[in-house]
């Protein structure tokens, strides 16, 4: 069983840089054709995507955010990680972090993490 | 604003078949796999079904999903009170080069 879990600063100042961390057990991050993806959900609101990485380092961003946004994997560690700068409110979410199968679409979750974006 | 558009709401009475559309465009729906999820409240979305009509182990038959041009949509039958939930769709767009998700449909059981 795959299981994931998203680790992080729950609160983060105007302007800077939102830092979380996936980490990914019961499984190696770089088994089969997988890739790893943020995607966060504002209060009350729907799903955005945020970005995905390949093992290989490949990555996509959604384009209303890739000016802000950096995603990386430490297959070492099995982790990946997110990093949104010049962060405002409208940053505040719950951040998932997620495995995409080839054609499978988004099969594993984690939990989600709140993260404030306050003063 | 979300890519792809279902009704905020739909709802039903148990046992009753319900049906949540979604519509998007020929750079998403009209050329990529569509995938649904289900999002109990306080809960992560659970992915219900995949590439179009597939259900992942777990998932019971009455969750089906279907796909025609640039529309799908998402049918429960046998409707339950435990199905009371949120309902998103999803594809892959290509002039975006990313997923998009659907603004999402609550799902009421009367």
């Known amino acids: 069983q795959v299981l994931l879990q998203e680790s992080g600063p729950g609160l983060v100042k105007p302007s800077q840089t939102l830092s979380l961390t996936c980490t990914v057990s019961?499984?190696?991050?770089?088994?089969?054709?997988?890739?790893w993806s943020w995607i966060r959900q504002s209060a009350g609101q729907g799903l955005e995507w945020i970005g995905r990485?390949?093992?290989?380092?490949?990555?996509n961003y959604n384009p209303s955010l890739k000016s802000r946004v950096i995603i990386s994997v430490d297959t070492s560690k099995n982790q990946f990680s997110l990093k949104l700068s010049s962060v405002t409110a409208a940053d505040t979410a719950v951040y998932y972090c997620?495995?995409?199968?080839?054609?499978?679409?988004?099969?594993?979750w984690g939990q989600g993490t709140l993260v404030t974006v306050s003063s | 604003q979300s890519v792809l558009t279902q009704p905020p709401s739909a709802s039903g009475t148990p046992g009753q078949r319900v049906t949540i559309s979604c519509s998007g465009s020929s750079s998403n729906i009209g050329d990529n796999y569509v995938y649904w999820y289900q999002q109990l409240p306080g809960t992560a979305p659970r992915l219900l079904i995949y590439k179009d009509d597939q259900r992942p182990s777990g998932v019971p038959d009455r969750f089906s999903g279907s796909r025609s041009g640039t529309s799908a949509s998402l049918a429960m039958s046998g409707l339950r009170s435990e199905d009371e939930a949120d309902y998103y769709c999803?594809?892959?767009?290509?002039?975006?080069?990313?997923?998009?998700f659907g603004v999402g449909t609550k799902l009421t059981v009367l």
């Open positions: 990485i390949y093992t290989s380092g490949s990555t």
């Open positions: 997620a495995r995409a199968s080839r054609l499978a679409g988004f099969d594993y």
């Open positions: 019961g499984g190696s991050i770089s088994s089969g054709s997988n890739n």
């Open positions: 999803a594809a892959w767009d290509d002039s975006l080069s990313g997923w998009v």
